[in-house]
């Protein structure tokens, strides 16, 4: 079945370290991706996404690309702050109605220090 | 903007008793998701339903059941709480009606704790 594999937590960065948090993805067919944040003491909320292949969903800062050759979608950022401190998902589905579920990646907490 | 929201964000059951876990969208979307959070498991899909009185089951249905008599509202049912259920619970909902990849939108969670 369609998996996400992202790299194991904690990440542990100081403020306006360059972050990478790896993505690779198992689908049949040709997914969506996504990337989701949780802030502490909160539900998720979508990042960024991209449907095609070598789009490139950003959002706040943050990048992905979406890579076929390589299955990936590697999530990015130039230079962090404290207040990027969460839980990063990494999703796909290869449904385009919505009426299939996400399937998510176990997560990455990452903690940005002062 | 959609708010999806959930009855509590913090519950103490006793091992047994019957749990209700509600959760309500404002933005008549179709598809609605009960998912559970566990520390290095991640979320895992536990029921969802895109129409009213319809519901698949996830890849973890076991011990759980569900509930949609009304669009909005989507409730998770623990027949008989278990220890093993102690976890964090997240609703989400999806139009499903969007041409392409959709946004699901999270409700902020609750903690449930079964002793």
């Known amino acids: 079945g369609d998996s996400v594999t992202q790299m194991e937590g904690p990440v542990t960065l100081s403020e306006e370290a360059f972050l990478t948090i790896n993505c690779t993805y198992t689908a049949t067919g040709y997914p969506s991706l996504f990337w989701y944040v949780q802030y502490p003491g909160e539900g998720l909320q979508l990042l960024l996404k991209?449907?095609?292949?070598?789009d490139k969903g950003s959002n706040k800062g943050f990048e992905a690309t979406y890579r076929k050759e390589t299955t990936s979608f590697h999530l990015e950022k130039g230079s962090v702050q404290v207040s990027d401190s969460a839980v990063y998902f990494c999703a796909l589905t290869t449904s385009h109605s919505g009426n299939t579920p996400l399937v998510f990646g176990k997560g990455t907490r990452l903690s940005v220090i002062a | 903007d959609v708010k999806v929201t959930q009855s509590s964000r913090y519950l103490v059951k006793r091992t047994g008793e019957k749990v209700f876990l509600e959760c309500v969208q404002d933005m008549d979307h179709e598809n609605m998701f009960w998912y559970r959070q566990d520390p290095g498991l991640g979320l895992r899909l536990i029921y969802f339903s895109y129409d009213v009185k319809m519901k698949e089951k996830g890849d973890i249905p076991e011990g759980y059941s569900v509930s949609r008599e009304k669009k909005e509202r989507f409730s998770l049912i623990l027949e008989s709480a278990s220890t093993n259920q102690t976890s964090m619970y997240l609703c989400?909902?999806?139009?499903?009606?969007?041409?392409?990849?959709?946004?699901?939108?999270f409700g902020p969670g609750t903690r449930l704790l079964v002793l």
């Open positions: 989400a909902s999806t139009s499903g009606r969007a041409a392409s990849a959709e946004t699901q939108y």
């Open positions: 991209a449907t095609k292949a070598d």
